[in-house]
């Protein structure tokens, strides 16, 4: 799987979008790009994924850059429960194949 | 919504016991796996299985670590003869449906051996 290099760390005030970025150069043409998050200690949580074109749903909006190197993770309103560690991840979507971690960005939203 | 459940939320051993974490995966998901993440490291991918057998492993996943799926529901990790090293959070997933590929995580069994 390609590598993915992301923040370590970034503050976000509450109510307003939190933009995460994600640089994926080496991303390959049938490797979509997953976001997890993972509060405290909990398992991580699945948030959004997409191949090229941007995708939303009700936790969040995925924009691809039209080369595919990069994306970048919307929080429209971050809430204080937003607080986790973002991982951005390419995979290619085949049957059991596996998320390869990073370190992910660390994400507090502030008061 | 489903979800993937995992038993026991933590469990204490000692030293060279074999421990056993259990796992319900999502109801028709066809893939299985096992992660790890030792306190402040990265969540680690340790096996993943299908069709009662293992697909893939990674170099974490020696000969003291096995896979089993019990019945129609389970999917259990064993860890034979347990180091200190072991004491991580251990996560089970499941993936794949006729409708998509995501993987989903449950919320862990952390394990402290001592």
């Known amino acids: 799987d390609a590598k993915t290099t992301q923040p370590p760390s970034m503050d976000c005030a509450e ?62 309103h971050a809430t204080l429960r937003d607080t986790a560690v973002y991982y951005c991840i390419v995979r290619v979507e085949a049957a059991g194949n596996k998320l390869t971690f990073g370190g992910g960005t660390r994400v507090l939203v502030k008061p | 919504e489903p979800e993937v459940t995992q038993t026991p939320s933590h469990q204490v051993t000692q030293m060279g016991q074999e421990v056993i974490l259990r796992c319900v995966p999502i109801s028709n998901h066809l893939y299985f796996y096992w992660y790890r993440q ?61 409708s998509g590929n995501t993987i989903y995580f449950g919320e862990g069994s952390w394990l402290t051996v001592v």
Not at chain 1, 47 to 72: F, V
């Open chain 1, 15 to 76: 109510g307003r979008a939190a933009n995460l970025p994600c640089n994926h150069s080496t991303i390959s043409g049938n490797e979509y790009v997953y976001w997890y998050r993972q509060i405290h200690s909990q398992g991580p949580q699945y948030i959004i994924h997409g191949l090229k074109n941007n995708e939303t749903n009700e936790m969040a909006s995925l924009i691809i850059t039209e080369d595919r190197k990069s994306s970048t993770l919307i929080l429209p």
């Open chain 2, 38 to 98: 030792i306190l402040g490291q990265k969540v680690e991918f340790l096996v993943s299985f299908y069709n009662n057998e293992i697909s893939e492993k990674s170099e974490i996943f020696d000969d003291q670590f096995s896979v089993e799926r019990p019945d129609g529901s389970n999917f259990t990790l064993k860890i034979r003869s347990t180091k200190l090293e072991d004491s991580a959070m251990y996560f089970c997933a499941s993936s794949w449906t006729v």
